[in-house]
């Protein structure tokens, strides 16, 4: 029987030249593709500044510390998200509040976020869900009455776009202070792994290249080749979060048939609404007017009554392969007491 995969990476000859690159260089990791993979990327979203991370979970953890998290500290997020968004508060000792999604979009319902802020709320993460992008104007309304930033994780939004100030804007320029991309194999660009952190801010990028090797004061570029001996110091503990050169050269090329990507996951989602429409005990998804979704995934609600392992098992028997949309976090074994 024919087997549609849950998600297939979209690659050919072209990335396995690029991946060669770096091999035969010699120069692997924190190299010329890496450079230009952020400088590539910045310009694709319209960011004055990109830093390369090893995934995308690390470049939350960074970005919650660069806006100011610390141990004792809360952050306002969804518990309807992979558990990376909570794992990435607790990696900075802060405590995960949980705030309701709005269920058309799947995505933070900035009308609750004002009742759950104490003294202790350092910051709003809100979550893209697989590419249909937050309400970002309404959320940012209340971060500003509040003086709280805003970190999106933007993880499936690749290519995703809001109609920002008379204009459409992709996610990650960014709208709020940071976003973090993630180049998983399931997104709809991949190195392997991989993530991206975009700002608008000079001195929260500079202490993400910082954090990413170990606190390194200079870099690999700086030393190679270099016709005097540069010594390092480390100017600040910092953690080995680095995207290695050979997945940086892949993401330049994924990242050149990003827009085709994204037209053609368009087209199928059209498709999709256009063959579901009608269909009993299915609530489709929606994409809001001033959102354009890079539709990363699919995703539907079973109307009460029907059982999701019994419908997910019937269309796995037919060939088709399903996950469940996303995790409710707080019900995790590891989350279940917030």
Known sequence: MHSIPIAKPWM????????????????ITQGPEV?????????YVGAKHACAVANCTVALHL?????????GDEVITVSHSFIATASSIR???????????????????????RSV??????????VHQMGMPCDLEAISEVAREHSLPVVEDAACAVGSEIFWRATWEKIGKPHGDVACFSFHPRKVMTTGDGGMIT??????????????QHGMSASD????????????SYATPGYNY???????????EQLKRLPMMIERRRFLARRYAELLAGTHGLELPVEPTWARSNWQSYCVRLSAGYDQRQVMQALLDAGVATRRGVMCTHREPAYSHE
């Open 91 to 113: 990696y900075c000792g802060a405590t995960p509040v949980f705030v309701d999604i709005q269920p058309q979009t799947f995505n933070i319902n900035p009308a609750l976020i």
């Open 199 to 212: 700002t608008s801010n000079a001195e929260w990028d500079r202490r993400f290249r910082l954090w990413r």
């Open 242 to 252: 680095r995207l290695t050169d050979i997945q940086a050269a892949v993401g330049r």
């Open 117 to 126: 802020i104490t003294e202790r709320t350092r910051a709003i993460l809100c």
């Open 35 to 43: 450079a230009a993979f952020e400088q590539e990327f910045a310009a």
């Open 221 to 232: 570029t700086v030393r190679h080749g270099s016709s005097e001996v540069v010594f390092e």
């Open 12 to 27: 050919d000859a072209r990335e396995v030249e690029a991946a060669g690159r770096p091999i035969l260089s010699g120069w």
């Open 63 to 71: 970005a919650l510390l660069a806006v100011g998290v610390r141990p």
